[in-house]
């Protein structure tokens, strides 16, 4: 199984600051389709995972552009520009490149 | 807008048979572009991806369930089921069904729509 690794596990960030997960695999995630396939997803308290960032840089539809995701190969890295209120909870990087597929544990974003 | 929605008890005693189904409303479970999967996450853990089925039937399951995961479809009713035997409490979880875009045969990736989850607890 591809082992997902995040970090930090918990973010603590005061609003309007700039906020960056990371995310590394241990096998590649470029298919061979040319694209990376890993995803982003936010569980904000209470409520299912919803779909931020999907082929490692590309928002899902409603995202508001303050969130970015970069990265190829085996290391990722979600950015939040200017971090607000409504975007505390749990952020996942899961893999799809293979099955099974595969979360990293989390991270908590919290507002100082 | 798509919505889907899981149903079964929410209460499954030691050694039992788990049976979830999910109901998908506003499209349809015949697209040729999506798979249709299920995804735990136990108390205060994180996400764990249970399988994945076509609407074709093909399935695929993660190898630490596998011995004991069933998914299959019924697209007359636009449905899908997750059974799960000889549950542990280990298995008590937030179950949810889940909507994965199809890359190509085989390759099932990104989830866009999620349902609301369901509780489930093992116990006697």
């Known amino acids: 199984d591809i082992v997902m690794a995040q970090s930090p596990l918990s973010l603590p960030v005061t609003p309007g600051e700039p906020a960056s997960i990371s995310c590394r695999s241990s096998?590649?995630?470029?298919?061979?389709?040319?694209?990376?396939?890993l995803d982003w997803y936010l569980q904000k308290p209470g409520q299912s995972p919803q779909l931020l960032i999907y082929?490692?840089?590309n928002r899902a539809s409603g995202v508001p552009d303050r969130f970015s995701g970069s990265g190829s190969g085996t290391d990722f890295t979600l950015k939040i520009s200017r971090v607000e209120a409504e975007d505390v909870g749990l952020y996942y990087c899961?893999?799809?490149?293979?099955?099974?597929?595969?979360f990293g544990q989390g991270t908590r974003l919290e507002i100082k | 807008q798509l919505q889907l929605q899981e149903s079964g008890p929410g209460l499954v005693k030691p050694s039992e048979t788990l049976s979830l189904t999910c109901t998908v409303s506003?499209?349809?479970?015949?697209?040729?572009?999506?798979?249709w999967g299920w995804i735990r996450q136990p108390p205060g853990k994180g996400l764990e991806w249970i399988g994945t089925?076509?609407?074709?039937?093909?399935?695929y399951y993660n190898p630490s369930l596998k011995s004991r995961v069933t998914i299959s479809v019924d697209t007359s009713k636009n449905q899908f089921s997750l059974k799960l035997t000889s549950v542990t409490a280990a298995d008590s979880a937030v179950y949810y069904c889940?909507?994965?875009?199809?890359?190509?045969?085989?390759?099932?990736?990104?989830?866009?729509?999620w349902g609301q989850g369901t509780l489930v607890t093992v116990s006697s």
């Open positions: 089925i076509y609407y074709s039937g093909s399935t």
């Open positions: 082929m490692g840089s």
């Open positions: 889940a909507r994965q875009y199809s890359s190509g045969p085989g390759q099932p990736t990104m989830i866009d729509y």
């Open positions: 899961m893999q799809a490149v293979q099955t099974p597929i595969t």
């Open positions: 096998q590649s995630l470029l298919h061979s389709n040319g694209y990376n396939c």
């Open positions: 506003g499209g349809s479970i015949s697209s040729t572009s999506y798979y």
